[in-house]
Structure formats: structure tokens, C-alpha cells
């Protein structure tokens, strides 16, 4: 099987042009292609002579790849599905176009409310499979941020996500500002340490339950790195100039939404510079809880901010074709199908 060139640095890039018998520059152009216009075929790489085409493509390929479904819900968010049963989420806000990129085939951490969760673990992307959502969708050149919150834990799979983020934040690459990018984890606490000392973007933490023998119950993954083992982490760190930290709260009626909940998630949090993001529980097969009532989400929030914790309710987008937070299973539902 060919390699593939997208994922791959500048210097990388330029050794592979070395190799297969042109000049360094040759690597330069193909990231400038590649990363800075967007182009996800040969043909439109101008500059770049049909004779280093041949001799790079007979070893390599690019690795893009068009999405294969796509569902546009009645908001205006767009789902792309792309093979083998990856999707990426598209939010448009006003003048802002996010996207929701996937990290993995699936998730290893079983988490009892998330669709992708249900589906395992199938296997992790490359930084070439993560790029390509950003590159192959109809929106690539309006993106202005990106949230590592499909498909996957992005930390399980973080030598990958790494190299994607170099690409998304390096002069040669895209040129964005880390501040345009979000990684969001569930708490895998080694490679949380390498994130926190390695990169600049932003950290969302699902945190869900303040309470570690509830949160156990619906998250597995709190019997092996606890919330509150992650959080003293976090506190480590500096938050108080561009980089932020926020920290993910799906409600569920009865379940993780008193006043008891508000005032011991105030007390995890006390001391850090922070957002916490209410998000509304999407109903989904064969769960029991539901989601809380606005008036309970609105009073869990206030009880939040007059504990001095920032904390506002997240707007749902894309329920109807799936695309809404722990919806999406590889499945592009929609108008578009």
C-alpha cells in the first residue's frame, strides 16, 4: 500500500520529494497544496511538474478522500460521513463554521449514554484520515475553528491527533491559531499530561458527574483515571491567559442535575479559571435516563454561577440527522442520505 503524504510535515514532505529523485522544494509546493489551498487532488497542484507527480505518486498518494454520505439538518449543520464509518460535523454560528472532527473508528471507553461508545472500538485514524475531514468537505475553506469532539477519544489516539494539530497550527500547514482549536478527553490522565505540556489549544474535559462512584456508572473510564485526579491535573496548569479550559456536563434528569450536584461540582472546580457547558441529554435506544427540564438545566446554572463557576447551557444543533453530542455511529441519517 502507498503511503500517504497528507499528515506528513514540512520536512517530512521534503524528504519524500529527495527521495523519490526531485527537489526539496518540490515537498514545499505539495504543502503549500495540501495545507494552505486546500487541494485534495494532483491535478490541482499547478505548480508542481508532471514528472515529480509521477515519480512521488508511484510510492505515495495524498490521502484524501471524498465523504461518502452527507445529511444537512433543518439548523443548517451538516454531517459528512466518510469511509469506513467516520463522521465530521459542520456548525455554522453566525460568522463562525466549526468543525466537529473524529479521531477514531468508534471508542474504546464505553460510555453508556454515547452512541459511538456502543459501536467499540474498530480502530484509530491516522493524522492523514483526521485532515481529511477538514479538507474534503464542502466548507473546508470557510472552517474558522475545529472541536475534537466525534467520533473517539482523542487522547487515546494522541500520537496521531499530535500531528494533525501541528499541521492545523504551523506556519507552513494551516496557519491557524491554537486558540481556533479545542481537544476534548474524557480524562486519559498519561497522555493528558503530554497534551498539557506539548500543545496550545484549548482542553474540554467530560466530566458529566462530580461524584466518582456515580460518574463510574455510566463512565468506566473513572474506575481507571478518576475526575478528580484529572481536575487536580488541570489546576497544574495555566489558564488565565489564551489557552481555556472548560469542562463538558451532559443533564439527565434525577440522575446528576440537584442542587447536591451543582454545589460538589463548585467545590471540583473552585480555584481554576474555567467554563462548564450544560449539555442537554439526547435521547438515544435502549437508555434509561432522560434529559433534564430547561427550567432545572437554568437553575443548575445559576446555582453555578453564584458559586463563582462560569457555567452556561450549550445550544443543541444537529438532532435530526444525528450529528448532536454522543450521536454519532457511522450512520449519516438525513435529507441528504
Not at 471507553?109 to 483526521?130: D, E, P, V, Y
Not at 455510566?218 to 488565565?240: C, G, H, Q, S
Not at 445559576?302 to 452556561?312: H, K, P, Q, S
Amino acid at each position: 500500500m502507498k503511503k500517504e503524504l497528507l499528515g506528513m510535515t514540512l520536512s517530512e514532505l521534503q524528504k519524500v520529494a529527495v527521495e523519490c529523485g526531485q527537489k526539496p522544494f518540490v515537498g514545499a509546493q505539495i504543502a503549500q497544496w495540501l495545507y494552505n489551498k486546500r487541494v485534495a487532488s494532483w491535478d490541482g497542484m499547478r505548480n508542481v511538474s508532471s514528472a515529480a507527480k509521477l515519480a512521488i505518486g508511484e510510492k505515495y498518494e495524498l490521502g484524501t478522500g471524498a465523504p461518502i454520505g452527507i445529511a444537512e439538518s433543518s439548523d443548517g449543520t451538516r454531517k459528512y460521513l466518510f469511509a469506513p464509518g467516520v463522521e465530521a460535523v459542520m456548525i455554522p454560528d453566525d460568522d463562525r463554521k466549526t468543525l466537529c472532527v473524529s479521531s477514531q473508528v468508534g471508542c474504546k471507553m464505553s460510555c453508556k449514554f454515547c452512541m459511538t461508545g456502543r459501536q467499540g472500538w474498530h480502530g484509530n485514524l491516522s493524522a492523514a484520515g483526521i485532515l481529511n475531514q477538514f479538507l474534503s468537505i464542502g466548507e473546508s475553506r470557510e472552517l474558522t475553528n475545529a472541536v475534537f469532539m466525534g467520533m473517539g477519544e482523542p487522547l487515546d489516539n494522541y500520537g496521531e491527533v499530535s500531528r494533525a494539530l501541528e499541521v492545523l497550527t504551523a506556519d507552513w500547514g494551516f496557519g491557524w491559531s491554537p486558540k481556533r482549536v479545542t481537544v476534548s478527553t474524557i480524562g486519559v490522565l498519561p497522555e493528558l499530561r503530554r497534551y498539557l505540556d506539548g500543545q496550545k489549544c484549548h482542553l474540554a474535559v467530560s466530566l458529566h458527574n462530580p461524584i466518582g462512584k456515580e460518574r463510574a456508572e455510566l463512565m468506566p473510564v473513572e474506575k481507571a483515571w478518576p475526575i478528580e485526579e484529572v481536575v487536580n491535573l488541570v489546576k497544574r496548569y495555566d489558564f488565565t491567559g489564551q489557552r481555556r479550559v472548560s469542562f463538558e456536563y451532559t443533564m439527565f434528569a434525577g440522575w446528576n442535575d440537584d442542587k447536591a450536584h451543582a454545589d460538589a461540582l463548585s467545590r471540583l472546580l473552585r480555584g481554576l479559571e474555567c467554563r462548564v457547558n450544560l449539555i442537554r441529554f439526547h435521547k438515544i435506544p435502549d437508555f434509561p435516563y432522560e434529559t433534564s427540564a430547561p427550567a432545572v438545566m437554568e437553575a443548575f446554572r445559576d446555582r453555578l454561577n453564584a458559586n463563582g463557576i462560569t457555567c452556561t447551557i450549550r445550544a443543541s444543533r444537529g438532532e435530526d440527522i444525528l450529528a448532536a453530542c454522543g450521536m454519532l455511529a457511522g450512520k449519516c441519517r438525513g435529507n441528504n442520505e
